[in-house]
T-cell receptor, first 109, second 114 residues
Framework: RKEVEQDPGPFNVPEGATVAFNCTYS??????FFWYRQDCRKEPKLLMS???SGNEDGRFTAQLNRASQYISLLIRDSKLSDSATYLC??????????FGQGTELSVKP | DTAVSQTPKYLVTQMGNDKSIKCEQN?????MYWYKQDSKKFLKIMFS???????INETVPNRFSPKSPDKAHLNLHINSLELGDSAVYFC?????????????FGPGTRLLVL
């Protein structure tokens, strides 16, 4: 079983749609959680950290459920520029970042 | 004023050759990393250095040897290249003491072994 699992997609949505990505992780001792974004043929960039209480940054909302070992990312009012691969990332107790395979999002006009 | 830079961006070479990829960060970070992203897009850590000392060394063939001449540089040397080494290699850096220790990635080096 992979340490971090995501639905690879692709998710094809129209502009303005709300889309949700899910992620599960296997190591209950994981310490920190993040969503990174990777554009085609570019490097990953931090989108947002994920906190236990849930957190929001504009149109993006991240949730963490430690009991279920589940992380989510909600994008409201999708824009064309949101098209990218979204990587669920977990830091384990050794300090390593473990990346999920990524979920590909394509927002169409 | 690129934060994390890598050279070269593209590398096409024959099996059996030896090649190096260079990485530099100007963020003043104390930790640097090498990641490999394969054709299935999985990004996996290979090595991590903190203040020039190796702290993470994943199960990577010993044909791969990282070298950190100072804390702003982490180079990756690969001996006897194999077809399976074809991938995108990303360098990254972070500041260990920052609250969430965000990692900043370089633009990647696309390696193709023929």
């Amino acid at each position: 079983r992979k340490e971090v699992e995501q639905d690879p997609g692709p998710f094809n949505v129209p502009e303005g749609a709300t889309v949700a990505f899910n992620c599960t992780y296997s190591n209950s001792a994981s310490q920190s959680f993040f969503w990174y974004r990777q554009d085609c043929r570019k490097e990953p960039k931090l989108l947002m950290s994920v906190y236990s209480s849930g957190n929001e940054d504009g149109r993006f909302t991240a949730q963490l459920n430690r009991a279920s070992q589940y992380i989510s990312l909600l994008i409201r009012d999708s824009k064309l520029s949101d098209s990218a691969t979204y990587l669920c990332v977990v830091r384990n107790q050794g300090g390593k970042l473990i990346f999920g395979q990524g979920t590909e999002l394509s927002v169409k006009p | 004023d690129t934060a994390v830079s890598q050279t070269p961006k593209y590398l096409v070479t024959q099996m059996g050759n030896d090649k190096s990829i260079k990485c530099e960060q100007n963020l003043g970070h104390d930790t640097m990393y090498w990641y490999k992203q394969d054709s299935k897009k999985f990004l996996k850590i290979m090595f991590s250095y903190n203040n020039k000392e190796l702290i993470i060394n994943e199960t990577v063939p010993n044909r791969f040897s990282p070298k950190s001449p100072d804390k702003a540089h982490l180079n990756l040397h690969i001996n006897s290249l194999e077809l399976g080494d074809s991938a995108v290699y990303f360098c990254a850096s972070s500041q260990e003491t920052s609250p969430q220790e965000t990692q900043y990635f370089g633009p990647g080096t696309r390696l193709l072994v023929l």
